[in-house]
């Protein structure tokens, strides 16, 4: 089992940043891959951002390219999704997930953080 702890998120002015954390623990010897996902109100879960866990090489949806960046820290098991330039239509619940091999699906995930941008 593997467990996927989020921080870092809260309520931030538009235009304004903040840095999200996930931890993992437990069995996360096998991971492909990292993401960050987020779903607002009403809305379906939407792909945020992901990481290859080995090679870093990183992927982002349309709508936060060259707002957010995704990094891990293999030592400390932990991913981090800077995201900057903030807009309202940002704020959701944002989650972490794992991806334990090519062949899979996110079949890990956090309880996810909640990320508020005021206009």
């Known amino acids: 089992q593997v467990q996927l702890v989020e921080s870092g998120g809260g309520l931030v002015q538009a235009g304004g940043s903040l840095r999200l954390s996930c931890a993992a623990s437990?069995?996360?010897?096998?991971?492909?891959?990292m993401g960050w996902f987020r779903q607002a109100p009403g809305k379906e879960r939407e792909f945020v951002a992901a990481?290859?866990?080995?090679?870093?090489?990183?992927y982002y949806g349309d709508s936060v390219k060259g707002r957010f960046t995704i990094s891990r820290d293999n030592a400390k098991k932990t991913v981090y999704l800077q995201m900057n330039s903030l807009k309202p239509e940002d704020t959701a619940v944002y989650y972490c997930?794992?991806?334990?091999?090519?062949?899979?699906?996110?079949?890990?995930w956090g309880q996810g953080t909640q990320v508020t941008v005021s206009s």
């Open positions: 990481i290859n866990w080995a090679l870093g090489s990183t």
């Open positions: 997930a794992r991806r334990a091999s090519p062949g899979d699906d996110f079949g890990s």
């Open positions: 437990g069995r996360t010897f096998s991971t492909y891959a």
